[in-house]
């Protein structure tokens, strides 16, 4: 079965700081790796996803993200914060072989603090 | 339209009721998924539509939901004799193809049980 784990339920952080949300999947087979940002009553928004080629990903408002195989791992970075980044981060994943659905994680409430 | 619209964005429901939640997703988008996202948690996906024929629904809890895409566009996820379990967010996204990683989701629907 795959599943998904965010290992921090909830991280705060003062703006202007560094901060990883970190994502583990269970899967030895090829996957696909995203992580999306919800804001308070709005919906999924995309933030960066791996499909091929390089492990170091890049996406919107200065995040990235590292795709790690051996380590089954897919954590989100940012090297400086601010207040407008907090909301909750989901990373979520497809195996083609079960569909083409995605399955989240329970989801990293990022909190920016002044 | 621009993005995927979802109504209504609140609904409260008496337990026993039943209830009609609507997805109008990209104009031209192939593939529709529905997603629940109990409170505190990630979304769980529970249907999967490819035009008009529903490909997927192992993640519809139980009979009492039903959903449908009769013209490959809107969708309507219907939930006969509402439980408070049932209470949750529900997301719907569209995908231009086949893929996941083209996803684009609405606001939600928010369904309270009482």
């Known amino acids: 079965a795959q599943s998904v784990t965010q290992l921090d339920s909830q991280v705060p952080v003062f703006e202007e700081a560094p901060v990883e949300l970190r994502c583990n999947y269970s899967?030895?087979?090829?996957?696909?790796l995203f992580w999306y940002v919800q804001y308070p009553n709005q919906g999924l928004q995309l933030l960066l996803k791996?499909?091929?080629?390089?492990?170091l990903v890049k996406g919107i408002n200065g995040f990235e993200a590292e795709f790690n195989k051996s380590q089954t791992s897919f954590h989100l970075r940012k090297p400086s914060v601010h207040i407008s980044d907090t909301a909750e981060y989901f990373c979520?994943?497809?195996?083609?072989?079960?569909?083409?659905?995605?399955?989240f994680g329970a989801g990293t409430i990022l909190r920016v603090k002044s | 339209g621009a993005g995927v619209s979802q109504s209504p964005r609140y609904k409260v429901a008496k337990r026993g009721q039943d209830v009609a939640l609507r997805c109008d997703p990209i104009?031209?988008?192939?593939?529709l998924f529905w997603y629940q996202q109990a409170l505190g948690q990630g979304p769980e996906f529970l249907t999967y539509?490819?035009?008009?024929?529903?490909?997927?629904k192992s993640g519809l809890p139980s009979d009492r939901f039903f959903a449908e895409r009769p013209e490959g566009s809107v969708s309507t996820l219907k939930i006969q004799r509402t439980q408070q379990e049932d209470s949750a967010v529900y997301l719907c996204?569209?995908?231009?193809?086949?893929?996941?990683?083209?996803?684009?989701f609405g606001s939600g629907t928010r369904l309270t049980v009482v």
């Open positions: 104009s031209g988008h192939v593939s």
């Open positions: 539509f490819q035009n008009e024929a529903q490909l997927d």
């Open positions: 996204a569209s995908s231009q193809g086949q893929g996941a990683w083209g996803y684009t």
């Open positions: 979520a994943v497809i195996l083609m072989e079960y569909g083409n659905k995605l399955v």
């Open positions: 899967s030895s087979v090829s996957v696909y």
């Open positions: 791996y499909l091929s080629g390089s492990t």
